[in-house]
C-alpha cells in the first residue's frame, strides 16, 4: 500500500488486449482504492484482430489508439517503457535503468514469434505477426496480383508449423486471398495450397470448424493438407518429415510462438510463458502476481481468451484489494469471427485443458449448447461491430466486458449465434 493511503500499487505490464482490460476493469471495480501504473513498451495500443486488413490496404494507424489519452481519463500513470525484471520478493518491476514498486502485479507483456525454429522460414516465408510484416505481405500480394494480370502463373503456399499458438488469422488470410482474387478475376492463375501440423483445420476448436474449413477449402478450390509437420524450408520448396514436398512461389507462414518478454527466475514453460493457476491467473508460488493473455500458460492465444482471463485476474484482485465481491474463474469460452471477405464465420468453443502436450486442449465433451459454429455473410456485420465496439470502449478508459454496452453487444452476440450458428 502506499504510505499514509488505503490505496493498493497496481502495476501492469502490457499495452495490449489483457493489460487494458485489466487496468480499466480493475479502476472500475477499485476505483480510488487503486494507484494504477501502466507500463508498455509502445505508446499506443493495437487492434490487431483486424491487421488482417491491412494485406489488403487498410491503413495501420486505423487500428492504433495512443495510450496517453485513456491513461488520463482512466486516471492511469503511463510509463512508456520495456520491462525486464520481476522482482517477486522485494516486489520490484526493472524498467529501462529503473525500478518500479508495487504491492500487485499484473503480467500482460503478450508472445513472440521465433521462425529460427524452423530451417529457412525466417529467410523465404513472409509473416504476419506484426504491422511491418502485414506491410510486407501487402507488397508481395500487389506482386502477385501484377504477375497474374500479366497471365502468369503462381503458387501460394500457407504453412502452420508446429508449437503455432492461434493459426487463426492466417485462415482468415487464405479465405480472404481467394475472395480478393476473385474479385480481381484472377483467381484462376493462382493455386492456393495449405498446410499444418495439426490433424485437424484448427484443431484446438474441435470437429466443426474443422469440418467448415474444409468445405470452405472445397468450395474455392483450395487444396489442404494435415499432419504436415515441416521439417525446413528452401528456396521455392517447403520439405515435410513425411517425406512430401510443396512447392510455392510465396510462401506465407505463422511460426512458433515464444513469450514476447522472458522473465528470468519466475515459473514458466520451456518456451517463457509463465505457469499460472487456471482460475485466478495468479503466477504459481507469487499470488501477488496474475498473468493474462498471451504471457500465461494456457495454451490458445487469442484476443477473447485473454479477455476472459484479464477480467478473471481484475475481478479477483478487486475482491482482494476492496475486501468483498465473488469473482468469477476464469472459464476458457473461445469466441472468434473469422473473415472471409464475401462471408465470416462464427465459432464459440468451451475449451478444457487435456495435460497431454500433443494436444493440450479440447472441446469440452458436456459443451452442450455452448459449442456453436456457423457461417453467414451476416457474421461480417458482427465482427464489423466489435471493431467499432472495442476502440471506442479503451478510447474511454473502459473495459470490454462489463457495462450496458457489452450487456447490448452480447445479447445481439447470443441472437445472433442461434439463428446463424448451430
Request: hydrophobic content about 45%; some cysteine.
Amino acid at each position: 500500500m502506499v504510505a499514509g493511503t488505503a490505496q493498493a500499487r497496481v502495476v501492469v505490464l502490457g499495452g495490449g488486449f489483457g493489460g487494458l482490460e485489466a487496468a480499466f476493469l480493475l479502476k472500475m471495480r477499485a476505483q480510488d482504492k487503486v494507484e494504477l501504473t501502466l507500463v508498455s513498451d509502445r505508446d499506443h495500443f493495437l487492434f490487431k484482430p483486424n491487421t488482417i486488413y491491412i494485406p489488403f490496404g487498410l491503413p495501420p494507424e486505423r487500428l492504433q489508439i495512443p495510450l496517453t489519452e485513456p491513461a488520463r481519463r482512466g486516471r492511469i500513470r503511463f510509463i512508456q517503457a520495456k520491462a525486464h525484471e520481476i522482482d517477486p520478493e522485494r516486489k520490484l518491476v526493472s524498467v529501462d535503468g529503473r525500478q518500479v514498486p508495487y504491492d500487485y502485479l499484473i503480467v500482460a507483456t503478450g508472445a513472440g514469434m521465433r521462425p529460427e525454429e524452423i530451417p529457412g522460414l525466417r529467410e523465404h516465408a513472409l509473416s504476419i505477426w506484426t504491422v511491418e510484416e502485414m506491410l510486407a505481405l501487402r507488397r508481395a500480394l500487389g506482386q502477385l496480383l501484377e504477375a497474374a494480370r500479366q497471365g502468369e502463373r503462381r503458387r501460394v503456399l500457407f504453412l502452420v508449423p508446429p508449437n503455432n499458438k492461434c493459426s487463426g488469422p492466417l485462415y482468415e488470410i487464405v479465405f480472404m486471398l481467394d475472395t480478393w482474387l476473385r474479385r480481381q478475376r484472377v483467381r484462376e492463375r493462382v493455386a492456393i495450397t495449405w498446410s499444418t501440423y495439426e490433424a485437424g483445420y484448427i484443431q484446438a476448436f474441435g470437429p466443426r470448424l474443422d469440418a467448415v474449413v474444409a468445405e470452405e477449402f472445397a468450395r474455392r478450390g483450395i487444396t489442404g493438407y494435415k499432419g504436415y509437420v515441416v521439417d525446413h524450408v528452401e528456396p521455392g520448396e517447403v520439405r515435410y518429415s513425411n517425406g512430401e514436398r510443396l512447392p510455392y512461389d510465396l510462401l506465407i507462414s505463422f511460426p512458433p510462438y515464444v513469450a514476447a518478454t522472458p522473465f528470468p527466475g519466475l515459473p514458466a514453460d520451456d518456451r517463457g510463458f509463465l505457469q499460472t493457476e487456471l482460475g485466478t491467473r495468479q503466477l504459481v508460488g507469487h499470488p501477488d502476481i496474475y498473468v493474462v493473455g498471451d504471457a500465461g500458460d494456457f495454451p490458445v492465444k487469442q484476443a477473447f481468451l485473454a479477455f476472459l482471463q484479464a477480467d478473471a485476474a481484475a475481478e479477483h484482485l478487486a475482491a482482494r484489494i476492496v475486501g468483498k465481491g465473488q469473482p468469477k474463474p476464469f472459464d476458457p469460452i473461445s469466441m472468434c469471427v473469422m473473415e472471409q471477405f464475401d462471408r465470416a464465420t462464427f465459432a464459440q468453443v468451451p475449451l478444457r485443458l487435456t495435460g497431454n502436450l500433443e494436444r493440450p486442449v479440447e472441446v469440452r465433451p458436456d459443451a452442450d449448447g455452448l459449442y456453436r459454429v456457423g457461417s453467414s455473410p451476416l457474421w461480417r456485420l458482427g465482427k464489423k461491430l466489435l471493431g467499432l465496439y472495442l476502440p471506442w470502449r479503451f478510447r474511454a478508459a473502459k473495459p470490454f466486458h462489463a457495462g450496458a454496452p457489452w450487456a447490448a453487444m452480447e445479447l445481439g452476440l447470443k441472437l445472433m449465434s442461434r439463428l446463424l450458428a448451430s
